[in-house]
């Protein structure tokens, strides 16, 4: 254990000396991470020619203990066994010192080794492929942390629920995959709280192939959520919408983020969505553009207004999309306005 009180306490000169050598920017990790300056024991020149010899140059080396000096706390021991557990993923030593090199900190988090080796071998085993579970390592090493169990659990109520909506055996391992690799963070609900959350959406109203359908658009953040979040969500859409049960449950499958965000987020969304002289019928006919933030919507409408269109009169779906959606409709407003009309009665130009 190390302690991060930085008071009455002196640097370890040995440690500022060895950082020295290797053009660590101290400063740096005095702004953030002082204390790691402060202990007794530290394993620079140790963890530094491991990483040497994973093929890490200087520079990289630097940087990495500068974004994550407690990697200098870390023993070679601890480094080496780190190192042989994500080769269980990332065979190609080339390509794990790239991975250090931008997620220092997944990887010198060197604590729950047992649960880590035990969950990447789990994931084998359910089919997900090494370019997944290194970028879960990466992204989301906090699902590593839970005892295997936790997490094939979790997984076998996900395959349950599949199956008990209607899905099929043949494709519930792709849809899990899909789920996973979309969302790994849905591992780290329990089994009840997705049980709870798939129970509200039946009590809502919604069929079993429509709840299948929300959680493949929702990409599994659903689970994130509560019962009593997506209660408050539904009633605010349908009081602001006035419209019954089954027009809700429309709105929801046409954009589930009604579902998803929360009612601050939706309230803020709608106020900016009004102010632009948007109609409430015309949210009500594309309510997708709700998942775009004000930010997002305010550029855009500038964006086709200087391209003569008005977007009070108009249609929402050229508003709506991802980025790329967005600048292909641009793309086609532009074309419209450039082509010159065709009159049929004027001659043709034809040379012989």
Known sequence: TYTTDTNSREENRKTIENLYRLSVDIKKIRRVKEWVLLQEVAYVQEVASILQEMGAD????????????????????EVNSQRA?????????????????QFPESFFTTGYHENQKANILFFQELGLKNNIITRFLTSAPSIFHSPVEKNKNVIETLQRSYLSLGGSDANMKIWIMKLLSQNPFILLNTSTAIQENLE??????????????????????????????????????????????????????????????????????LEGLLKEGISMAQIRETPMVLELTTQIVQYRIKKLSALGYNIKSGNLENLNGTKKD?????????????RPIFNP????NIQD
Request: net charge neutral; aromatic share 8%.
């Open 200 to 269: 509200f959406l039946q009590k809502s109203g919604f069929t079993d192939q429509e709840v299948l359908q929300l959680l493949s658009k929702l990409k599994g953040f659903i689970f994130q959520l509560t019962p009593t979040t997506m209660q408050k969500s539904v009633l605010f859409s349908k009081d602001v919408f006035k419209c019954t049960d089954e027009e809700l449950k429309q709105l929801v499958l046409k954009c589930p983020a009604l579902l998803y965000y929360s009612v601050p987020v939706l309230e803020e969304r």
């Open 326 to 338: 967005f600048e292909v409709n641009c793309g086609k407003i532009q074309s419209k306005k450039e």
């Open 58 to 77: 200087q520079p990289a080396i630097a940087s990495i203990v500068e974004r994550c000096p407690e990697a200098i706390l870390c023993s070679p021991a």
């Open 345 to 348: 009665v004027a001659p043709l």
């Open 85 to 101: 557990l994500w080769q269980l993923a990332c065979q190609k030593e080339s390509q794990l010192i790239k991975l250090i090199e």
